[in-house]
């Protein structure tokens, strides 16, 4: 029967928009965490423990990013030392330089500025101690085997850091502590050209996830198991995959415009707002009709799903309360978008679960 392949479809295209968002933007978060612990290096020779360049040396080499290189790296991490002439030096930890707070970098880029700027500086000299540099590939047995048996796959490390000076940081977990946003992870190379082919694909997912709920919907109309039932979750879910597209699209676009930043948000609101609706609307379909259907689906599923139906609509509610009225962190919005994103995807799995994969005998109702 007709109405047996649409749910088996409606399975399938369900676990699938759940499985490929979630993924994809986890794997975005992954690939900016990796990148922001990782550091270039200029091409000297690092299996010295110290080493001693003129300062003509140190400048053209620290200028000439075709000599950086992910793969040719301090085992340990060391301090930089400036010596002038008159054998004034001024010795900075490298190595933690650009993992303090704001106020310590302010702090050690004064010194440098003030040394060099007051110093005729001699010599550079780079010195080694003990403890292991985490930010040395070497250090990292899985991926230092990749970028040494595959050239490709250093290349990128090297090109998204040279394009990306300040783009990527170490992170523990945005879900609980917000210390980055979902479209910051997703904003670079290579995680960008990542993102957008799987929200894309995604999108297409969704649309012929709602689109197989509309024709189940139509052909148990046509057996006479339903009366007539509300087609608006079906236009407010491709208005939501839309909306995700024209998101995936435009992040990364370097538009210095207030205008376009504010349509990028409304555009993410939309789609949010869609999203949750369609859900609601389907939701009510399948409700209002569950005794006509009830050899079709799981009914406790079902009732799980009012519920988790209900949770989001009072979380959006809230959450555009807290965001329009209130004035919350930004590590808060961002444990907000994590988590309240990942939530969503939660309505895919239990639509997957919902119905029934063998296909009922259907009885007319009275028999």
């Not at 922001?36 to 690092?46: D, K």
């Not at 978008?337 to 309505?347: A, D, I």
Request: a positive charge; hydrophobic letters at 45%; glycine letters at 2%.
């Amino acid at each position: 029967m007709e109405s047996a392949l649409f749910i088996k479809k409606i399975r399938k295209y369900g676990i699938i928009s759940f499985l490929v968002p979630l993924i994809t933007i986890n794997a975005c978060f992954l690939i900016f965490n990796f990148l922001g612990s990782v550091t270039l290096y200029t091409n000297i020779n690092w299996s010295e423990k110290k080493i001693e360049l003129s300062f003509d040396e140190y400048t053209r080499k620290q200028s000439n990013t075709t000599n950086h290189g992910a793969l040719n790296c301090p085992k340990y991490e060391y301090d930089i030392v400036y010596i002038a002439h008159d054998n004034q030096k001024l010795r900075l930890p490298f190595q933690h330089f650009y993992r303090v707070d704001s106020a310590t970098w302010e702090k050690f880029y004064l010194l440098k500025k003030n040394f060099l700027e007051n110093n005729k500086i001699k010599t550079v000299l780079y010195e080694q101690n003990e403890v292991i540099n985490n930010e040395c590939i070497k250090n990292h047995e899985i991926i230092y085997k990749l970028a040494t048996n595959f050239n490709f796959f250093h290349k990128i490390i090297v090109k998204s850091k040279i394009d990306n000076i300040t783009g990527f940081s170490k992170v523990k977990n945005p879900y609980i502590h917000g210390e980055v946003s979902i479209s910051r992870t997703a904003r670079y190379y290579p995680a960008i050209i990542f993102f957008k082919f799987f929200i894309i694909l995604s999108s297409v997912f969704l649309f012929l996830y709602w689109k197989n709920n509309l024709n189940l919907f139509n052909n148990l109309k046509n057996k006479n198991v339903l009366n007539n039932f509300s087609k608006k979750f079906f236009y407010l879910g491709i208005l939501s995959c839309i909306f995700l597209i024209l998101h995936a699209s435009l992040l990364g676009l370097d538009i210095d415009s207030k205008f376009f930043q504010k349509m990028r948000r409304l555009i993410i609101i939309l789609f949010i707002i869609f999203e949750s609706t369609a859900q609601i609307f389907l939701t009510i379909n399948i409700l209002k009709f569950k005794n006509k259907i009830k050899k079709y689906i799981f009914p406790l599923v079902l009732y799980i799903k009012v519920i988790f139906v209900s949770v989001i609509f009072l979380t959006t509610l809230i959450s555009f309360g807290i965001l329009a009225a209130g004035d919350p962190s930004t590590e808060f919005k961002h444990i907000l978008e994590w988590n309240y994103f990942s939530f969503l995807l939660l309505f895919y799995l239990l639509s997957s679960l919902l119905w029934k994969v063998k296909n009922p005998v259907h009885t007319p109702e009275g028999v």
